[in-house]
């Protein structure tokens, strides 16, 4: 029996647009700051050891974004369709906070992340999961794709995998979150419980998907992460 598909509703669509864009302008001493201050938190962390704790960071923050919208529906006087409005705000939020995440993993990885290009290639296959991830494999040819994707073969066909990536972004994230946007809503505390164990359950697909995507963590750090200045 065929799975009934899901509709996104326009506005989810509209702020996975919005979200992804404005996600994708973050600049690179902004990523390598937040990455160095992870790190100073562990002065004497491995690499590997840094890497749970970006997934660790990332999945509270995701559960406190999604708890937090869909606390707005236990507020009195707060009808349904503000908090569908908050939910499309918080749509926002995790895009921003996975494009934080997957980009910190690409300069600890040495992943050039200079081609816009690549950046969307990365945070969109990370969103989407093993969709993504099938869809690059096959692409690429790679075990771990984000350590191929910016090879200079790869330049030409990295457009139509971000187009494929950005339907398959509608269509699944979009989907979870066109869904996750009703159950926020609800009152007396259910939105919130729904909004946090949705957004837990999708930032646990991302992290699996990250860690498909970039391979075991390096042995070392590289140059231009190891140098962090010192814990005063």
């Not at 065929?2 to 990523?31: F, G, W, Y």
């Amino acid at each position: 029996m065929a799975k009934r598909k899901v509709p996104v509703p326009a506005a989810v669509e509209r702020a996975l647009d919005v979200a992804l864009d404005k996600a994708l302008l973050v600049q690179r001493p902004v990523v390598l700051g937040y990455l160095n201050r992870v790190r100073q938190r562990r002065p004497d962390a491995t690499p590997a050891q840094l890497v749970e704790q970006l997934e660790r960071r990332y999945l509270a923050a995701a559960v406190g974004i999604g708890a937090a919208s869909g606390g707005t529906a236990a507020v009195p006087g707060v009808g349904t369709a503000t908090s569908v409005a908050t939910g499309a705000a918080e749509i926002a939020g995790f895009v921003s906070a996975t494009a934080m995440y997957v980009l910190a993993l690409a300069e600890l990885h040495s992943v050039p992340v200079s081609d816009p290009q690549v950046r969307r290639a990365l945070v969109l296959g990370v969103l989407v999961g093993s969709s993504g991830a099938a869809a690059l494999d096959g692409a690429e040819g790679g075990k771990h794709w984000a350590q191929v994707i910016n090879r200079p073969d790869a330049k030409g066909r990295i457009g139509s995998i971000n187009s494929r990536l950005g339907r398959l972004l509608v269509t699944r994230f979009g989907a979870r979150q066109g869904a996750l946007l009703v159950g926020r809503a609800l009152p007396l505390g259910i939105g919130a419980g729904i909004g946090a164990a949705g957004n837990a359950a999708l930032a646990r697909g991302a992290i699996g998907a990250a860690r498909r995507a970039f391979g075991p963590p390096p042995d070392r750090f590289p140059a231009r992460v190891i140098d962090v200045p010192p814990v005063t």
